[in-house]
């Protein structure tokens, strides 16, 4: 049998550049390379013109001659390779084709404890221009970069410089804006795919800066909230590895301050379009915002997410790509999910509704439904709301008429799109509560309302139990209780 080696062309390189990174995704690629390292601080720097370039400076173990080549040489390590738990790698691809996506030129400047510093370029022009897959080796001295001497001053570590970005925008006038756009994207990605490394205990985070500034963790469940709730843990054992899957219930978007609320914001996303499963490798995340087709992505929903924490072990089980951003969970897994989607997603719904009572055709709701057809429903003013009925009994007819028409005009201009349009933008009702005493007055005058229509002032105050804010409301009726038993007292006194 006659064999034959065919080397790949050279423009191999210049095909690898479409593979559909994103600069925030193809940086948190390298980021990977950095932790794998035992990095424990990360600095990036988006520079822009003259002279436009981005680095990535590390402190982790760095590299020696023979591993840098390793690692500058297309897969170079294998994906069944052994790898330790910290190794965010998966084809040994990430840091030539994250690269490539972005920039024609790669240099890599790295050293181990105390040695010297070693320097590759990959330059996708020379390569085009001999047809040749030329690796250059060059001197420290010549690299043109104020992190260099930061890296000599260190221990150890690795330097990432990308030149010729000629992904970032196509006009040089808007050169620096489009950057300066994806520095902030980049940070608020890093923030949120490397937050559990960012807010970890201090003996293993990592810290990152950005053009000086520090990348605060996004952490997508709320944790530090006391209203955040977590369910317990279930470990799912497969053949090559356990699962561990964690359902966190979020508070209720009215009880988010403006800094939680910056959490979307950060990462781009309403609550309803970032529900879903959050699947972590090694604790970075990979995937968030599905449920795998196993639950729609609806209103009441939306505050319902699941942590999934996987080894690497199993990435063959996930289909783990080279972004390591599509994932599809193995099917031993998927039924074990399937059974926690309803109990996660009712959950949800119960939080969503809390805040808004649930209206029902009783003599105790303001509003009232009123079915016309099939699927079709009028919300009306209940006309037999205690309260009406009090203020009727006080009008003569031409006042009742008026009142009626004006009624009238509230349930035709119902802004019920335009309330579903803030909600599901992620705005809430004011949630500005009353206090105590501004709800104990409250229910003193709905008392003065109600007292002719009722034989005795307790019989009164039970009336007012059923009205908003009280029957909905454990702070209101709270403080209802302690008005009655003061009001009772003094009534009790009186006889």
Same mark, same amino acid.
Request: glycine share 4%; proline share 5%; net charge neutral.
């Given at each position: 049998?006659?064999?034959?080696?065919?080397?790949?062309?050279?423009? #191999?390189?210049?095909?690898?550049?479409?593979?559909?990174?994103?600069?925030? %995704?193809?940086?948190?690629?390298?980021?990977?390379?950095?932790?794998?390292?035992?990095?424990?601080?990360?600095?990036?720097?988006?520079?822009?013109?003259?002279?436009?370039?981005?680095?990535?400076?590390?402190?982790?173990?760095?590299?020696?001659?023979?591993?840098?080549?390793?690692?500058?040489?297309?897969?170079?390590?294998?994906?069944?390779?052994?790898?330790?738990?910290?190794?965010?790698?998966?084809?040994?691809?990430?840091?030539?084709?994250?690269?490539?996506?972005?920039?024609?030129?790669?240099?890599?400047?790295?050293?181990?404890?105390?040695?010297?510093?070693?320097?590759?370029?990959?330059?996708?022009?020379?390569?085009?221009?001999?047809?040749?897959?030329?690796?250059?080796?060059?001197?420290?001295?010549?690299?043109?970069?104020?992190?260099?001497?930061?890296?000599?001053?260190?221990?150890?570590?690795?330097?990432?410089?990308?030149?010729? #970005?000629?992904?970032?925008?196509?006009? #040089?006038?808007?050169?620096?804006?489009?950057?300066?756009?994806?520095?902030?994207?980049?940070?608020?990605?890093?923030? *949120?795919?490397?937050?559990?490394?960012?807010?970890?205990?201090?003996?293993?985070?990592?810290?990152?800066?950005?053009?000086?500034?520090?990348?605060?963790?996004?952490?997508?469940?709320?944790?530090?909230?006391?209203? %955040?709730?977590?369910?317990?843990?279930?470990?799912?054992?497969?053949?090559?590895?356990?699962?561990?899957?964690?359902?966190?219930?979020?508070?209720?978007?009215?009880?988010?301050?403006?800094?939680?609320?910056?959490?979307?914001?950060?990462?781009?996303?309403?609550?309803?379009?970032?529900?879903?499963?959050?699947?972590?490798?090694?604790?970075?995340?990979?995937?968030?915002?599905?449920?795998?087709?196993?639950?729609?992505?609806?209103?009441?929903?939306?505050?319902?997410?699941?942590?999934?924490?996987?080894?690497?072990?199993?990435?063959?089980?996930?289909?783990?790509?080279?972004?390591?951003?599509?994932?599809?969970?193995?099917?031993?897994?998927?039924?074990?999910?399937?059974?926690?989607?309803?109990?996660?997603?009712?959950?949800?719904?119960?939080?969503?509704?809390?805040?808004?009572?649930?209206?029902?055709?009783?003599?105790?709701?303001?509003?009232?439904?009123?079915?016309?057809?099939?699927?079709?429903?009028?919300?009306?003013?209940?006309?037999?709301?205690?309260? *009406?009925?009090?203020?009727?009994?006080?009008?003569?007819?031409?006042?009742?008429?008026?009142?009626?028409?004006?009624?009238?005009?509230?349930?035709?201009?119902?802004?019920?799109?335009?309330?579903?349009?803030?909600?599901?933008?992620?705005?809430?009702?004011?949630?500005?509560?009353?206090?105590?005493?501004? *709800?104990?007055?409250?229910?003193?005058?709905?008392?003065?309302?109600?007292?002719?229509?009722?034989?005795?002032?307790?019989?009164?105050?039970?009336?007012?139990?059923?009205?908003?804010?009280?029957?909905?409301?454990?702070?209101?009726?709270?403080?209802?209780?302690?008005?009655?038993?003061?009001?009772?007292?003094?009534?009790?006194?009186?006889?």
């Amino acid at each position: 049998m006659e064999q034959e080696e065919l080397p790949p062309e050279a423009q #191999l390189l210049e095909s690898l550049r479409a593979v559909g990174y994103s600069l925030e %995704t193809a940086v948190a690629d390298i980021v990977d390379n950095s932790i794998s390292a035992l990095a424990t601080k990360i600095d990036l720097e988006f520079r822009g013109l003259p002279k436009p370039h981005l680095s990535i400076l590390d402190n982790g173990e760095g590299m020696t001659k023979i591993e840098l080549r390793i690692a500058m040489r297309l897969a170079g390590k294998s994906r069944s390779s052994d790898r330790t738990p910290a190794d965010l790698g998966r084809f040994g691809l990430g840091l030539k084709t994250a690269s490539f996506s972005q920039a024609k030129r790669l240099t890599v400047a790295t050293k181990v404890r105390n040695g010297p510093i070693h320097v590759a370029v990959w330059d996708l022009d020379l390569i085009e221009r001999e047809n040749r897959w030329i690796l250059q080796w060059i001197d420290p001295r010549d690299v043109d970069s104020d992190h260099l001497k930061v890296l000599e001053g260190r221990p150890s570590g690795t330097l990432v410089l990308w030149e010729q #970005l000629d992904q970032v925008s196509s006009a #040089l006038k808007t050169f620096d804006a489009e950057l300066r756009d994806q520095a902030l994207r980049t940070s608020d990605h890093l923030a *949120l795919v490397f937050h559990r490394f960012i807010d970890a205990p201090k003996a293993s985070r990592v810290s990152f800066t950005l053009n000086g500034q520090i990348v605060e963790a996004i952490d997508p469940f709320f944790s530090k909230m006391q209203a %955040t709730v977590k369910r317990p843990t279930t470990a799912v054992s497969l053949n090559n590895g356990t699962v561990e899957v964690t359902p966190f219930i979020l508070p209720h978007i009215s009880q988010l301050t403006k800094s939680d609320a910056k959490v979307l914001e950060a990462m781009r996303k309403r609550f309803k379009d970032s529900q879903g499963f959050y699947v972590y490798r090694g604790k970075r995340l990979i995937s968030y915002g599905s449920w795998f087709r196993l639950s729609p992505k609806t209103e009441l929903a939306k505050m319902a997410r699941v942590r999934v924490d996987t080894p690497s072990s199993l990435d063959r089980d996930w289909k783990l790509g080279i972004m390591k951003s599509s994932v599809e969970p193995p099917p031993e897994l998927r039924k074990v999910l399937a059974r926690i989607v309803p109990n996660i997603v009712g959950d949800s719904r119960r939080v969503v509704m809390r805040k808004g009572s649930k209206l029902s055709n009783t003599a105790d709701s303001a509003w009232a439904f009123r079915e016309v057809g099939p699927k079709l429903f009028k919300l009306e003013v209940n006309r037999e709301h205690p309260l *009406l009925i009090a203020l009727t009994s006080k009008l003569s007819e031409m006042q009742i008429s008026s009142l009626d028409l004006y009624l009238g005009q509230i349930e035709s201009g119902v802004p019920a799109v335009e309330l579903l349009n803030r909600l599901s933008a992620d705005q809430a009702f004011d949630s500005l509560e009353p206090d105590r005493n501004e *709800l104990q007055s409250l229910a003193s005058r709905m008392m003065t309302e109600l007292r002719g229509a009722f034989a005795s002032p307790e019989h009164a105050l039970d009336a007012v139990y059923q009205l908003e804010p009280f029957v909905s409301d454990p702070f209101a009726r709270e403080a209802l209780d302690t008005w009655r038993e003061k009001l009772l007292d003094g009534v009790q006194s009186n006889e």
